[in-house]
């Protein structure tokens, strides 16, 4: 799967969405403070409107998980990498949570042409989200962080380290188990879904730490 980028100038910034990196030829940069700005689109998140999810679907419009999240995942290795890529991971674990989980109201799809819209605009940006991971790389790089983590052993692992893990399976569990069941990836992304799966049986014990 190929990924198109946009220059510094078309990025995110323009409606109303902080820059968090750019490409520099084949490569990409992340902007000055990407960590923080990641941590404030998630709290905006958090603290959106409920009847509309309005900001959500902004970033949804934005393309923000292809243009800046993937990037930032597979390829960032610069200053305080692991905790970008936690932030990173954590946010688009947020945006793939399931539609029913949005709405208080079961039926907000029929309650007027706005909530109609909104949901469909949303059932769309979940699909565009989840169809990243018919990309191997994005399931390799999850896995190799966990495989890392994991190999510490649980007497070792930190506070950030359950983070990590934690955020991974969340994000793991909604989408690559979906993407299993609705789409046809990869031999390659199979492999590290199954792979995913064991690395899941052997870190139950770490609890999720939010």
């Keep these: 799967m190929d990924w198109a980028y946009g220059a510094p100038e078309d990025a995110t910034s323009k409606i109303g969405i902080p820059a968090l990196g750019f490409y ?31 900001y959500r679907r902004l970033l949804g419009f934005s393309e923000v998980v292809r243009k800046d999240l993937t990037p930032l995942i597979v390829e960032y290795e ?20 399931p539609l029913e989980c949005l709405f208080a109201n079961p039926n907000m799809e029929g309650t007027s042409e706005e909530g109609t819209y909104a949901v469909y605009e949303l059932k769309q940006h979940l699909s565009d989200i989840k169809t990243v991971f018919l990309d191997p790389k994005i399931a390799k790089t999850v896995l190799t962080h966990m495989t890392r983590l994991l190999e510490k052993g649980d007497g070792n692992l930190k506070i950030g380290d359950k983070h990590v893990i934690s955020n991974c399976v969340i994000l793991y569990e909604t989408s690559c188990i979906f993407l299993k069941i609705k789409d046809k990836p990869e031999k390659a992304t199979l492999k590290r879904i199954h792979q995913m799966k064991n690395l899941m049986k052997r870190q139950a014990v770490v609890k999720k730490p939010r």
């Design 24 to 54: 520099v030829g084949d490569r990409y940069r992340a902007s000055n403070g990407a960590l923080g700005t990641l941590k404030d689109i998630t709290t905006r998140l958090e603290e959106e409107d409920k009847s509309l999810r309005s």
């Design 78 to 97: 610069g200053p305080g990498a692991i905790e970008v890529f936690d932030a990173a991971i954590k946010l688009m674990a947020d945006l793939t949570t």
